[in-house]
Structures are given as C-alpha cells and as structure tokens.
C-alpha cells in the first residue's frame, strides 16, 4: 500500500535575505558595545566613575559619631577583607566614633561573616568594645533602616559615615540619607596597584581588565539605584 503525503512546502530562500541583514546587524551592534566598552576601560572611566559617584550636596565632611562598614562577599572575600580594612584605618583616626558591622546573619553572628568582619576589625586595632553588629538587613536599604532602629532617632542628626567599595558608594548614602540620618558621608575603599615599576604595557596586561571588570560593577550600581528609586528606597 503506497501512502502519498501532501506537505505544502516553504522554500526557505526567501528568509535568506532577512536573516543575512539581521546577522549583519547583531555583528554590527556587538562590535560598535565592543568598541564603546573598551573606549570607557581607559583611564578616562575613573573620572566617569567619580562623577557619578558624587553627592553633591554632602557638604564638608563632619567627624564620625558612628562608622557604618557595610559588608560585601562576607568573610574572607575581596569586598569583606577591603572593607574592614578601610574601615579599621578610618575608626583609628577617629577613636571616639562607634564602628557599626552591617551584614546579615542567619544564625550566630559571632560565627559567621560578620563576626569574622568584627574579628578581622580587632586585629587591626579597633577595640572590640567600640563595635557593633547589625546583623537582620538584608540589603542596603534594610541595613540603613535598622541602623536606624539600632541607635535611635536621636542619631539621625549625628555625622555617620558608611565605608563601602567606590561602585556602591552612592546608592549607600543615598539609603541612608532616605532613612533618615542627615549628615552622612561616604568613604570608597579602592585597590591600590604594586608600588614598583611593574614595566612596559601595564594599560594591557591590568588597567583593561580592571576597567571592564568596574564597568559591570557601574551598570550593576545603576540599574540597582534605578530600582531603588522606583520602591521609594532612596
């Protein structure tokens, strides 16, 4: 028994054409991102950076009455162990000041990233007695708002100062300003390179990658603040 299938069929030339200029369009389009992303990987992205990082109306910064080391990756991790750094060389310049370690815990916090902040804070010199531990917000907004509840609304016209990386640095005091506190102050922590002459073609084999690797952490902060502000958080 012979079977005879009729299938209409659609020749695919004629798609040929639509797909070829499509095609050419996303090579086109990627190239032109390629060529635009390594353009802002120069130096020039530094004082990019900076200008959007900058809250204008800050005014002059006021000694601390309270430093707020907002926690990154936890503990050991880049953003953590940088962090503490800058903000332990911060609270030895203004002894006086409470250091306050927000990040969250689910369990004990003395065992976990945020103790380890508080501990990594102790060695280099900050007195145990003169830190805290926020420990229940779970984003910036969230840490901001219990800081806030943490130390009472009679702190909120005391000088705070919120040490976090360059890229965060913006939506941070903004948050923190939103809820409230109205003297606020931002401290960057930023990598500081080898102090040796390294030689020849640094720009290729460091700067480059540093600066595409600060680009997405650039757009994450955007995006980031963007949503933010439509929640009404800053």
Not at 1 to 23: E, I, M
Not at 114 to 130: N, T
Not at 198 to 211: K, V
């Amino acid at each position: 028994v012979k079977y005879r299938c009729n299938v209409k069929s659609y020749p695919l030339k004629k798609y040929a054409g639509p797909v070829r200029y499509l095609g050419r369009m996303i090579v086109s389009i990627s190239a032109v991102l390629f060529l635009l992303q390594v353009a802002f990987a120069t130096p020039l992205l530094d004082g990019v950076v900076e200008s959007w990082l900058q809250v204008t109306d800050a005014g002059a910064m006021d000694d601390p009455r309270y430093i707020v080391v907002l926690g990154g990756g936890g503990i050991p991790s880049d953003t953590g162990l940088m962090r503490t750094y800058y903000g332990a060389r911060h609270s030895i310049s203004f002894p006086d000041a409470t250091v306050i370690v927000a990040l969250p815990a689910d369990d004990d916090p003395e065992a976990s990233s945020v103790g380890r902040m508080k501990d990594e804070l102790v060695l280099r010199g900050v007195p145990e007695s003169s830190i805290l531990m926020e420990t229940e917000g779970r984003n910036t907004h969230e840490q901001a708002e219990k800081v806030k509840a943490m130390l009472g609304p009679g702190a909120i016209h005391d000088p705070v100062h919120i040490v976090t990386e360059r890229s965060h640095l913006r939506r941070s005091v903004l948050c923190f300003r939103k809820a409230g506190f109205s003297r606020v102050f931002g401290i960057g922590t930023q990598n500081t390179g080898a102090e040796a002459d390294m030689g020849a073609g640094t720009f290729l084999r460091y700067t480059l990658w540093s600066n595409l690797q600060l680009q997405i952490r650039v757009l994450r902060e955007m995006i980031a603040t963007g949503m933010y502000k439509l929640r009404g958080w800053v």
